[in-house]
């Protein structure tokens, strides 16, 4: 079992839906959660962090239950410029241990 | 200027060659590491090091060696190439400081013949 786990996708949904990604991670001693945006061919870039009351930044917001070892992302009004891969990310105190998920492949539709 | 730089860009080579992957940051950041992502498996790590001192292997070090230069460089080796290192090479650098996010170079694409 992978220690971050991602539905690899791909996700197609036309502009203006909602979506939602899901991300399970086994390692209990993680801390820290990230998810990141990569295009393709190009370099993975921190989309935001994952706090445990769960946060918001424009269309995105994340939420992490570390009782089911949970993280989600969800875009609102999703736009053609959203098209990417999502790379769920889960580290431990001090950062010794970062795993980054395989990613989930999203496609947004004129 | 990108706050961390990746030298080559690209490169293709022949097996048995030695190749250096060199990486800068500008972000004054204490921590560096190097992955390599390849379709379907995402980020793997190689080697992290957490000061100019501090050297760690990471997921799958052998066949890579790395040097920390100084603060803000940190080297990644492949001694003998072999086809299987093909893959797309990433530098990333974070805070010292708990809970910090990594921020990557632009990455290397790395041919093997």
């Known amino acids: 079992r992978k220690e971050v786990e991602q539905d690899p996708g791909p996700f197609n949904v036309p502009e203006g839906a909602t979506v939602a990604f899901n991300c399970t991670y086994s390692?209990?001693?993680?801390?820290?959660f990230f998810w990141y945006r990569q295009d393709c061919r190009k370099e993975p870039k921190l989309l935001m962090s994952v706090y445990s009351s769960g946060n918001e930044d424009g269309r995105f917001t994340a939420q992490l239950n570390r009782a089911s070892q949970y993280i989600s992302l969800l875009i609102r009004d999703s736009k053609l410029s959203d098209s990417a891969t999502y790379l769920c990310v889960a580290s431990n105190t001090g950062g010794f241990k970062t795993i980054f998920g395989a990613g989930t492949r999203l496609f947004v539709k004129a | 200027d990108a706050d961390v730089t990746q030298t080559p860009r690209n490169r293709i080579t022949k097996t048995g060659k030695r190749i250096m992957l060199e990486c800068s940051q500008t972000k004054g950041h204490d921590r560096m590491y190097w992955y390599r992502q390849d379709p379907g498996l995402g980020l793997r790590l190689i080697y992290y090091s957490f000061d100019v001192k501090d050297i760690n292997k990471g997921e799958i070090s052998d066949g890579y060696s790395v040097s920390r230069q100084a603060q803000a460089k940190f080297s990644l080796s492949l001694e003998s190439a072999i086809p299987n290192q093909t893959a797309l090479y990433f530098c990333?650098?974070?805070?010292?400081?708990?809970?910090?996010?990594?921020?990557f170079g632009d990455g290397t694409r790395l041919s093997i013949l």
């Open positions: 390692n209990s001693a993680s801390q820290s």
């Open positions: 990333a650098t974070s805070d010292g400081q708990a809970n910090q996010p990594q921020h």
